[in-house]
């Protein structure tokens, strides 16, 4: 078994704080389901807020470059009775998609594309797959969340069955990191732990690059608000939410 693929079991458990609801309710708020049905989920991973998209009213589809999270992804959806179609791609490679009515990067993904070239394609093929009026819904980790708060560790978590150790390092780019994480997984049937370890690399950039990018490339009206609030980003707010329109 891959180290990606224990990292996708214990995923949700490590999102419990993420509140999604708040999430649908942004983009229900800009793009409700009856005007902006078709909806693709980038980088789903195992389809928390797919499915709670889906069960607002979308059809939604999904894209994510791990199998495993996709896989269950697929067990969620199938368990629900949805059918979601779901696809294993890198989100700067997006293809096949037309016409969308909305598109969302959530959760960070995009701080995964660390770089610069990535990250305009993938903005550059989302507008491309969008149609006239369709809306892109992003968040990106801030300067300072990425330049302070992940410098500040190492992190702990335990809760009994899953503990984690996080450190963080600065990355190779200016405001970028690399994560490294050993966790704990505790098996139920022998109560044993096993290890595994993780190495994530993360990227952001700042709000006025992020803008300049989206108007050049086409969009308009970009909204910038910040830490699922209506209100513009401060120094200290740590994640930055955009909304751009074709």
């Not at 959530?106 to 491309?128: F, P, Q």
């Not at 069955?161 to 994560?179: K, L, N, R």
């Not at 096993?194 to 300049?212: I, L, N, P, W």
């Amino acid at each position: 078994m891959s180290s990606y693929e224990r990292f996708a079991e214990v995923y949700d458990e490590l999102q419990t704080d993420i509140p999604y609801d708040r999430y649908v309710e942004w983009i229900k708020q800009h793009a409700p389901s009856k005007e902006f049905p078709t909806l693709l989920d980038i980088g789903c991973g195992t389809g928390v807020l797919g499915l709670m998209l889906a069960n607002a009213g979308y059809k939604v589809s999904g894209i994510d470059l791990s199998e495993d999270m996709l896989a269950m992804a697929a067990e969620r959806f199938a368990e629900a009775g949805l059918h979601v179609p779901l696809f294993s791609m890198s989100m700067h490679e997006l293809d096949g998609f037309e016409a969308l009515d909305a598109v969302t990067i959530a959760i960070d993904s995009l701080n995964y594309v660390v770089e610069e070239a990535d990250v305009c394609a993938t903005l550059e093929r989302i507008y491309a797959a969008l149609r006239d009026g369709g809306q892109l819904f992003f968040d990106v980790h801030s300067l300072f969340k990425m330049d302070d708060i992940f410098l500040d560790g190492p992190f702990t978590y335990d809760d009994g069955d899953i503990s984690y150790v996080w450190h963080t390092e600065p990355g190779e780019f200016d405001h970028s990191v690399v994560h490294q994480m050993t966790f704990y997984v505790r098996d139920v049937a022998s109560g044993l732990y096993e290890r595994f370890d993780e190495e994530h690399k993360q990227r952001t950039f700042s709000v006025e690059q992020y803008m300049t990018w989206l108007r050049n490339i086409g969009f308009t009206d970009v909204e910038v608000t910040a830490d699922f609030t209506d209100e513009a980003p401060e120094y200290e707010s740590e994640r930055i939410f955009i909304r751009a329109v074709k």
